[in-house]
C-alpha cells in the first residue's frame, strides 16, 4: 500500500513508487537521468534512445508530458545500444 500522495508502479519488473500526478516523461527522466521536454527528446532537439511501453503498448514519447501513470501500472523501459 502507498501512502496517499503515492502511486505504485512496476518498472521492469522492479516495483517503485511516484507521487500522484506524475507523468510518463517524470518516469523516464527519472529512469535515465535526463532532462526531457514535452515532445519526448532532450532540450537539444536530440533522441533519447529509449522506448517506454505501458502494459506492453509502447507509449509514444509526444505523449509523455501528458499521460499520466495510475496505480499499479506496468512499465518497460527499453534503451537502444549501439553494436547490439
Keep these: 500500500m502507498t501512502d496517499i500522495g503515492e502511486v505504485s508502479l512496476t518498472v521492469n519488473d522492479t516495483p517503485r513508487t511516484l507521487p500522484v500526478g506524475a507523468t510518463c516523461r517524470d518516469l523516464v527522466s ?3 537521468g535526463r532532462e ?5 527528446r532532450a532540450p537539444t532537439g536530440q533522441g533519447l534512445g529509449v522506448a517506454l511501453a505501458r502494459a506492453g503498448v509502447v507509449v509514444p514519447r509526444g505523449a509523455w508530458a501528458y499521460t ?3 496505480d499499479g501500472d506496468t512499465f518497460e523501459l527499453v ?4 553494436g547490439g
Design 30 to 32: 527519472l529512469e535515465t
Design 36 to 40: 526531457i521536454g514535452d515532445d519526448g
Design 68 to 70: 499520466e501513470i495510475l
Design 79 to 82: 534503451t537502444a545500444v549501439q
